[in-house]
T-cell receptor, first 114, second 117 residues
Framework: DQQVKQNSPSLSVQEGRISILNCDYT??????FLWYKKYPAEGPTFLIS?????DKNEDGRFTVFLNKSAKHLSLHIVPSQPGDSAVYFC?????????????FGKGTKLSVKP | EAEVAQSPRYKITEKSQAVAFWCDPI?????LYWYRQILGQGPELLVQ????????DSQLPKDRFSAERLKGVDSTLKIQPAELGDSAMYLC???????????????FGPGTRLTVL
């Protein structure tokens, strides 16, 4: 049973528009969430994280929103750029991120068209 | 910028052969992780080290997989014998310190793509 779910395998967005990637989780013990970006033949690159004590964290064009009651988080990219085209993984952990063992979703492939 | 190093980047082997992957974490990182990523899936933890000690190897198929980090720095993951189902990307990650109260981001290496024929 998947504890972290990314239900959209792919997303296509026009350059300059907003990209919204969604993630749902089932384990109420998760209290630290991360987004990673992955290009083909490379390892995942850390993008942004959020602790469960917050509902929003922003870093440049990237914003992560957390809705604990719905067990849902989303990554917003504004404005989207062609270089953002990659697979995005949502990950979660317990213990405030200090316990290791990230649980990953299956990923969403984002395509940003010029 | 410091990076996690892995080698080889690609490995093709025949089933029943032995393979080994190497990882050098970011300097000073005490915690090292090995993940396996099957095509179309997210990475899944195989083993976690804190310095030279294994913290979690509950998902490591111990009949054929072994991992070591003898001096608490670099690490080797071995598969013997390899099976067709082992074809995947093997990712190494490192972070500063597990078991603390601070949040701790894991940084990944480029991975080793294993193909078992």
């Amino acid at each position: 049973d998947q504890q972290v779910k990314q239900n959209s395998p792919s997303l296509s967005v026009q350059e300059g528009r907003i990209s919204i990637l969604n993630c749902d989780y089932t384990n109420s013990m998760f209290d630290y969430f991360l987004w990673y970006k992955k290009y083909p033949a490379e390892g995942p690159t850390f993008l942004i994280s959020i602790s469960s004590i917050k509902d929003k964290n922003e870093d440049g064009r990237f914003t992560v929103f957390l809705n604990k009651s719905a067990k849902h988080l989303s990554l917003h990219i504004v404005p989207s750029q062609p270089g953002d085209s990659a697979v995005y993984f949502c990950a979660a952990s317990e213990g405030g991120g200090s316990q290791g063992n990230l649980i990953f979703g299956k990923g969403t492939k984002l395509s940003v068209k010029p | 910028e410091a990076e996690v190093a892995q080698s080889p980047r690609y490995k093709i082997t025949e089933k029943s052969q032995a393979v080994a992957f190497w990882c050098d974490p970011i300097s000073g990182h005490a915690t090292l992780y090995w993940y396996r990523q099957i095509l179309g899936q997210g990475p899944e933890l195989l083993v976690q080290f804190q310095d030279e000690s294994v913290v979690d190897d509950s998902q490591l198929p111990k009949d054929r997989f072994s991992a070591e980090r003898l001096k608490g720095v670099d690490s080797t993951l071995k598969i013997q014998p390899a099976e067709l189902g082992d074809s995947a990307m093997y990712l190494c990650a490192s972070s500063h310190q597990a078991g603390t109260t601070s949040t701790d981001t894991q940084y990944f290496g480029p991975g080793t793509r294993l193909t078992v024929l």
